[in-house]
């Protein structure tokens, strides 16, 4: 299968048009001709992701972070990012990623990220009307278990993490559930706003927190990598639904950013 063929099935969920105006995603590097029968799927792009398809010979890259987001000066071995995509062209690699389009999108990583929490009752948390039909970036819905330390613990489980972040009132009872995968703090008010009693989204900052802490507004940063993640299996259903067993499609569902506590 070409590689335009799998793009193309892409789009049809994150059409090009929903990319924002700050943003640069899509068809990065490589042929769309190329002949593609592995598919390796990140939420990023880094050495530990092209070495991987290097040494286990994927043709084709498709992430959800862009790996050339601002313009380049220049491409050359002096630098980290230079070094990649040089390894990336030599290697005959292509790559391609979905980025404010796959958030925007009706199906893409805002609802996977409701769904994946049992929220019901789901529309978007900021509005945006492309074409006469509405997109938005988050989604709000409500809950069954109105109790927070329960739904707190809900979302470790559904997201398989250890810790959360959390601000606010934690004793009073829940119903109304605001997300945002990656950095949301933006849409603190739009949550606020809305009526949501609790906002999940990922790199919530000292002052984002003192926001929602004045609102009322319980926060919970549970990660920008792990709000994210729950769409890479869904982009691979999405190429498999279509493709069936033409191409091997493989999920990297670890990232490369850690840290540890001393």
């Known amino acids: 299968m070409k590689a335009k063929e799998i793009i193309n099935i892409l789009e049809r969920i994150a059409p090009s048009k929903l990319i924002d105006s700050w943003d640069n995603t899509g068809f990065q ?9 592995r598919i390796l799927i990140s939420l990023d792009l880094d050495e530990y992701i092209v070495n991987k398809a290097i040494e286990e010979n994927f043709q084709m890259i498709i992430t ?5 987001f601002k313009p380049l000066k220049n491409i050359n071995a002096n630098n980290y990012l230079g070094k990649l995509i040089m390894k990336i062209i030599s290697h005959d690699i292509v790559v391609y990623n ?4 796959l958030d925007l999108a009706n199906g893409g990583v805002n609802d996977e990220l409701a769904k994946v929490l049992g929220i019901c009752n789901v529309r978007p948390l900021s509005d945006v009307i492309i074409d006469g039909e509405t997109y938005g970036y988050g989604r709000i819905g ?3 278990n109105n109790d927070p330390l329960t739904f707190f613990e809900h979302i470790k489980t559904s997201l398989s993490i250890e810790d959360l972040r959390v601000y606010g009132d934690i004793n009073k009872k829940i119903n109304t559930i605001a ?3 990656g950095s949301g703090s933006d849409f603190i008010k739009d949550a606020y706003n809305k009526g949501a009693d609790v906002y999940i989204t990922g790199d919530v900052k000292y ?5 929602a802490l004045q609102l009322g507004l319980i926060i919970v940063d549970a990660g920008h990598f792990h709000t994210e993640k729950i769409i890479l299996p869904r982009l691979k259903n ?3 639904d279509e493709i069936y067993d033409i191409v091997e499609v ?6 490369s950013v850690s840290y540890k506590i001393y």
Not at 29 to 37: A, F, R, S, T, V
Not at 64 to 68: E, V, Y
Not at 250 to 255: H, P, R, S
């Open 179 to 181: 997300v945002c995968g």
């Open 98 to 101: 979905a980025h404010s389009n």
């Open 29 to 37: 590097i490589g042929n769309e001709d190329k002949d593609i029968n």
């Open 250 to 255: 493989v999920v990297n569902m670890n990232t």
């Open 142 to 144: 409500e809950i069954d």
């Open 64 to 68: 959800h972070h862009p790996l050339i």
């Open 207 to 211: 002052h984002d927190a003192q926001l």
């Open 238 to 240: 999405i190429i498999l």
